[in-house]
């Protein structure tokens, strides 16, 4: 009975290996046609990416940020303003807030352009000038004041029972240094201005910068302070032995207008102190120096030695030399050579802006340029520059 009913049943019923032959090939069929659609997915995919490309090689896409040129619009318009007058071009940059610089109404002239404003600069700076040694600093006010601590923190040894007494408190000293006008004026012709092959703009900076370095150089050093800048050689000196703040201390010759031989040289370097002398420097003009070249040491060697590298400066027992053609030749109580940390004893107080006002009507048939610039300077630091007076005592 069991053995008839296992048969019916198996011949009825489909085998297990047709099924899974079954399967097998719907699996194929249906992976054949997934893999056609991936084909074509893809295809469509390629060209898409092609015509995409194509559309970028055509027709380029602008950069979405790229640098901009500032100076431009107002180099530009300063250029126009300075051949013809035309200030149009400067005005509309007062109100371009992407502007680097702006212009200044036509009463006090127009700001020079950065490229001509930094041609100017670094012409005074490679000037024969105290400028090249002293402390530079850019101000926007009318003043610059410095603050110096000229004297000591009192100081004293205790032990653990002992009372401690009161040490004494130092005094700030404040030094204010006025800014003053500096002004030039070059003409040129408008037959000139008009051809646009002569450089203006080059020609302007250097004219400027001539009269400029030349004018500030002598104020650094003889400056009386009025409408000028104060010259270190204007505050009244003293013996060193007997110097006190406000004055310059001097070292002397021991000869009338004259050297006595290269002992007078040592005693300024050594009166100036110690924490001075790592960075000081020491200041003549031409005469001066061919003098004190041909000054030597007991031994017979030269006290000047050349820089051994191109563009090092000479040295005197060990000290750079800066050639300043406004101090004063040897001669009876001069003081012909100064020695010093000029970059904490004297200061230079500038504004970075210049300006420049076009004149045609003053000179005709010329036009005039009045430029200007702010600047001031005076002695910041009492002890930190020495000078050798030519005299007995």
């Given at each position: 009975m069991g053995k008839t009913e296992?048969?019916?049943?198996?011949?009825?019923?489909?085998?297990?290996?047709?099924?899974?032959?079954?399967?097998?090939?719907?699996f194929m069929s249906d992976f054949k046609d997934f893999?056609?659609?991936?084909?074509?997915?893809?295809?469509?995919?390629?060209e898409r990416l092609t015509m995409l490309d194509r559309k970028s090689q055509t027709f380029a896409r602008p950069a979405l940020a790229v640098e901009t040129d500032f100076e431009a619009p107002h180099k530009k318009a300063f250029n126009a303003y300075l051949r013809s007058g035309e200030d149009d071009?400067?005005?509309?940059?007062?109100?371009?807030?992407?502007?680097?610089?702006?212009?200044?109404?036509?009463?006090?002239?127009?700001?020079?352009?950065?490229?001509?404003?930094?041609?100017?600069?670094s012409v005074l700076n490679t000037t024969a000038?105290?400028?090249?040694?002293?402390?530079?600093?850019?101000?926007?006010?009318?003043?610059?004041?410095?603050?110096?601590?000229?004297?000591?923190?009192?100081?004293?040894?205790?032990?653990?029972?002992?009372?401690?007494?009161?040490?004494?408190?130092?005094?700030?000293?404040?030094?204010?240094?006025?800014?003053?006008?500096?002004?030039?004026?070059?003409?040129?012709?408008?037959?000139?201005?008009?051809?646009?092959?002569?450089?203006?703009?080059?020609?302007?900076?250097?004219?400027?910068?001539?009269?400029f370095a030349r004018a500030e150089a002598a104020a650094f050093v003889t400056g009386d302070g009025i409408d000028k800048p104060t010259g270190f050689l204007t505050h009244p000196d003293v013996a060193d032995a007997s110097w006190s703040w406000g004055q310059i201390g001097y070292v002397a010759t021991g000869v009338d207008g004259a050297f006595a031989g290269g002992d007078a040289l040592i005693?300024?370097?050594?009166?100036?102190?110690?924490?001075?002398?790592?960075?000081?420097s020491f200041v003549m003009n031409s005469k001066t120096a061919g003098a004190v070249r041909k000054l030597k040491d007991n031994d017979g060697r030269f006290l000047w030695s050349d820089g051994l590298a191109a563009g090092e400066p000479a040295r005197l027992l060990g000290y750079p030399v800066l050639i300043a053609e406004d101090m004063p030749d040897i001669a009876s109580g001069a003081n012909a050579i100064a020695f010093g940390d000029f970059a904490s004893g004297y200061t230079v107080?500038?504004?970075?802006?210049?300006?420049?006002?076009?004149?045609?009507?003053?000179?005709?048939?010329?036009?005039l340029f009045y430029a200007t610039k702010r600047i001031g300077g005076d002695v910041s630091d009492f002890a930190a520059i020495k000078v050798l007076k030519f005299s007995v005592v």
């Amino acid at each position: 009975m069991g053995k008839t009913e296992t048969k019916s049943r198996t011949g009825e019923g489909v085998s297990p290996v047709s099924e899974v032959k079954s399967a097998v090939t719907g699996f194929m069929s249906d992976f054949k046609d997934f893999k056609d659609d991936i084909h074509q997915r893809l295809h469509k995919q390629e060209e898409r990416l092609t015509m995409l490309d194509r559309k970028s090689q055509t027709f380029a896409r602008p950069a979405l940020a790229v640098e901009t040129d500032f100076e431009a619009p107002h180099k530009k318009a300063f250029n126009a303003y300075l051949r013809s007058g035309e200030d149009d071009g400067l005005r509309g940059l007062e109100f371009d807030a992407k502007s680097m610089s702006t212009a200044v109404n036509s009463d006090g002239g127009y700001l020079v352009d950065p490229q001509t404003s930094d041609t100017v600069k670094s012409v005074l700076n490679t000037t024969a000038s105290i400028r090249a040694i002293a402390n530079v600093v850019n101000v926007e006010a009318t003043s610059y004041d410095v603050l110096i601590d000229s004297t000591d923190v009192g100081a004293g040894w205790a032990d653990e029972t002992s009372a401690s007494s009161e040490t004494g408190t130092p005094t700030i000293e404040r030094i204010t240094i006025p800014l003053h006008e500096l002004s030039a004026l070059p003409k040129a012709s408008q037959r000139l201005l008009d051809d646009s092959a002569f450089d203006i703009e080059g020609w302007l900076a250097g004219r400027i910068a001539d009269k400029f370095a030349r004018a500030e150089a002598a104020a650094f050093v003889t400056g009386d302070g009025i409408d000028k800048p104060t010259g270190f050689l204007t505050h009244p000196d003293v013996a060193d032995a007997s110097w006190s703040w406000g004055q310059i201390g001097y070292v002397a010759t021991g000869v009338d207008g004259a050297f006595a031989g290269g002992d007078a040289l040592i005693d300024l370097v050594y009166a100036l102190g110690a924490e001075y002398r790592a960075n000081a420097s020491f200041v003549m003009n031409s005469k001066t120096a061919g003098a004190v070249r041909k000054l030597k040491d007991n031994d017979g060697r030269f006290l000047w030695s050349d820089g051994l590298a191109a563009g090092e400066p000479a040295r005197l027992l060990g000290y750079p030399v800066l050639i300043a053609e406004d101090m004063p030749d040897i001669a009876s109580g001069a003081n012909a050579i100064a020695f010093g940390d000029f970059a904490s004893g004297y200061t230079v107080a500038e504004r970075p802006d210049l300006r420049v006002l076009r004149d045609p009507f003053s000179a005709k048939p010329h036009v005039l340029f009045y430029a200007t610039k702010r600047i001031g300077g005076d002695v910041s630091d009492f002890a930190a520059i020495k000078v050798l007076k030519f005299s007995v005592v």
